[in-house]
């Protein structure tokens, strides 16, 4: 597994080894081992959640105001954009983001630590989008940024408007979001 830390270094693009032949691949889509010694973090996954969405379904920003959640993500079908946006006020990266393509194809994955909103946008017709989380979902506790706000100023790859639930349609600024505490 190859770790590579991102603009925000505590968010790691990881790349497994494949393993493929003409009958198709094989690999560890998660070892507890080899993502401490790649990623020197010693987390525990407490939660799998999976999702579907069709083309245009933009998730996010989500995060939770008290159990902060970690997660590692990846895609098992189809292609998104995800991205992470660190909100630790004490940040040297406060108000930056990140994103990445992640697709069924490439097989990369994305450690979000906790502290950081995350999002993503479907790219193809349908994807299948998986993560492990370090803490339970709270939904007391969850809250959402605007994806579009100005001041983060994510490039989003849209080729329509985005197709957004009630929750996400209602996100807030940045500069209005209550916060996780540190």
């Known amino acids: ?9 505590d968010v790691i693009l990881l790349e497994p080894k494949v393993f493929g032949d ?29 999702s579907k969405s069709a083309r245009n379904v933009l998730r996010g920003l989500h995060y939770q105001v008290q ?4 997660k ?4 098992v079908q189809g ?14 990266t406060y108000g930056q983001w990140v994103g990445q393509l992640l697709s069924a194809e490439n097989k990369k994955q994305l450690w979000i630590p906790p502290g950081l909103a ?7 017709e349908t994807a299948e989008f998986l993560y492990k989380t370090t803490d339970y979902y709270a939904p007391a506790h969850e809250r959402c940024i605007a994806w579009n706000d100005p001041k983060i100023g994510i ?9 957004l639930s009630g ?10 979001a209550l916060l996780p505490a540190r």
């Open 72 to 75: 590692l993500v990846r895609v």
């Open 118 to 124: 995350h999002g993503f946008v479907v790219l193809s």
């Open 79 to 92: 292609e998104v954009f995800d991205v992470a946006v660190d909100i630790r006020k004490d940040s040297k």
């Open 155 to 163: 490039e989003w790859p849209l080729t329509a408007e985005p197709l």
């Open 167 to 176: 929750k996400d349609k209602a996100g807030v600024r940045l500069e209005d």
């Open 1 to 9: 597994m190859r770790a590579t830390p991102t603009a925000i270094p």
């Open 22 to 50: 003409d009958r198709g691949f094989f690999y560890e889509s998660y070892n507890q081992k080899a993502f401490q010694e790649a990623t020197r973090l010693d987390v525990q996954f407490v939660q799998d959640n999976h």
């Open 67 to 70: 159990q902060p959640q970690g």
